[in-house]
C-alpha cells in the first residue's frame, strides 16, 4: 500500500528556462509535496541557506554556476539530495554526475512520471536512512545508560565492602586509578579498559565472606585467618559469576591473586592463562597495599613497594606490567599515594 504523502517534504526545482521550472514543479505540487523553484544556481543556495530542503532537482546546463558546482556545493553544505536533469547526456556520464554527489539522473525531455517516480524512490531511501540513524542513536544512548547504571551498582558494591572495612577503604579505587593508568600505558583498548576499571573497583568484594574481625586484626593473622582471607577472590567470582556484564569481571577478581609463576591462588594459573586484565589490577594491588597502612603493619611507602614488585618481574609479575607501572609512578606516583 502507498504511504501517504508528506506535505512537510520539500523539493527545489532549479532551471534557467521557466516553462521547464514550471512544469516539473507542478508535477512536484501534483504530487503531493512542498516545492519552490529558483532560476539558477546562486537563487537556489540562498534558498537552502534559508530553510531545510529535502531534495533539489536541478538542471546541468546554467549560466553562472552549472549544475554539477551545484551539486558539490550542495553536498558539502547541506543535506539534501540532488537529482539532475540534463539533455546533453553525451556530455555527462551517469556515473561521474553520481561521483560528484548526485543521487539519481535523469533525461531531458524530462518524462515528469518518470521524475515522480524517481523523487518517490530517493523520499523512501532517505526516510529509511533517517530512521536508520535514530534508531542507532537511541540504541547507544540505552547502551550508555546501561553502562552508567552497571557502573553505580558497582560503585555501590564497592563501597558496601569498604563500610566493614576502613583500613582498605580507598583501597580498591586507588588499585583502579593505578590499574587505569597502567592500561592506557599499554596501550590497552578503551574496551578492555572498561572491563579493568570495573574490575578493580570490585576485585576485593569477596571480603564480604571474611569476618570483619580478621580483616581489621592488629599484628599477625594465624593460619586459619590466613585462609580465610585467601577464599575472597573465589568468593568475588562466585558474588560476580551471574551477573552478565560485556566484560569478564568475575574471573578478573577471581585471577587478582594468581601469580606468573604459579604461586598465586585459587587455581594457581600461570604466565598467559591469567587474564592480562588481572596481571593489571595484581600489580596495582600489590603496590597499593605495599604503599598504605594496614592493621598489621605500617606502610611501607611507594618506593620500597616499587622495589618489591621491580625485584619480582618476570617471576611473581607481569615484566611489561611492571615496567609501565614504575613509568606511571615516576610520572604520577606523588598524586596517587600521598
Ligand atoms: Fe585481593
Same mark, same amino acid.
Given at each position: ?14 532551471? +534557467? ?69 540534463? /539533455? ?7 556515473? +561521474? ?106 576485585? +576485593? ?30 568468593? /568475588? ?33 600461570? /604466565? ?45 609479575? +607481569? ?13 604520577? /606516583? ?5
Amino acid at each position: 500500500m502507498e504511504k501517504p504523502i508528506s506535505r512537510e517534504t520539500r523539493v527545489l526545482v532549479v532551471d +534557467d528556462e521557466q516553462p521547464i521550472r514550471n512544469l516539473v514543479n507542478r508535477a512536484v505540487q501534483n504530487a503531493g509535496y512542498a516545492c519552490q523553484t529558483a532560476g539558477d544556481g546562486q537563487e537556489a543556495l540562498e534558498i537552502l541557506k534559508r530553510e531545510p530542503v529535502d531534495v533539489v532537482i536541478t538542471d546541468i546546463a546554467m549560466p553562472g554556476m552549472n549544475g554539477i558546482e551545484l551539486t558539490r556545493a550542495i553536498r558539502e553544505k547541506f543535506s539534501a539530495d540532488v537529482i539532475v536533469m540534463t /539533455g546533453f547526456v553525451e556530455d555527462y556520464v551517469f556515473e +561521474d554526475v553520481i561521483a560528484d554527489g548526485a543521487s539519481d539522473f535523469v533525461q531531458k525531455p524530462v518524462s515528469l512520471k518518470e521524475m515522480i517516480i524517481r523523487l518517490k524512490r530517493l523520499l523512501r531511501e532517505r526516510e529509511n536512512i533517517a530512521r536508520r540513524a535514530k534508531m542507532e542513536e537511541e540504541l547507544r544512548q540505552s547502551f550508555c545508560l546501561l553502562k552508567r547504571s552497571l557502573e553505580d551498582a558497582i560503585s555501590v558494591l564497592s563501597r558496601a565492602l569498604e563500610m566493614r572495612d576502613p583500613y582498605t577503604a580507598g583501597h580498591q579505587k586507588r588499585v583502579t586509578q593505578l590499574a587505569c593508568m597502567i592500561g592506557i600505558e599499554m596501550g590497552i583498548d578503551d574496551e578492555m579498559m572498561d572491563g579493568i576499571r570495573l574490575a578493580g573497583l570490585v576485585h +576485593d568484594i569477596g571480603k564480604i565472606n571474611v569476618p570483619s574481625e580478621i580483616l581489621t586484626k592488629p599484628g599477625k593473622l594465624s593460619r586459619i585467618e590466613h585462609d580465610l582471607i585467601r577464599i575472597h577472590p573465589e568468593a /568475588g567470582f562466585d558474588i560476580l559469576k551471574d551477573i552478565e556484564f560485556p566484560w569478564p569481571i568475575a574471573e578478573i577478581v577471581r585471577q587478582h591473586h594468581e601469580r606468573m609463576d604459579g604461586s598465586g591462588y585459587p587455581q594457581g594459573l600461570t /604466565g598467559d592463562a591469567i587474564r592480562i586484565e588481572a596481571r593489571i589490577i595484581a600489580v596495582a594491588d600489590v603496590i597499593d597495599a605495599m604503599a598504605s597502612h594496614r592493621p598489621y603493619r605500617p606502610a611501607m611507602g611507594l618506593e620500597k613497594a616499587l622495589e618489591e614488585v621491580e625485584g619480582k618481574k618476570g617471576i611473581l609479575y +607481569d615484566r611489561d606490567i611492571v615496567e609501565a607501572c614504575a613509568r606511571v609512578l615516576e610520572r604520577n /606516583g606523588k598524586d596517587l599515594f600521598q
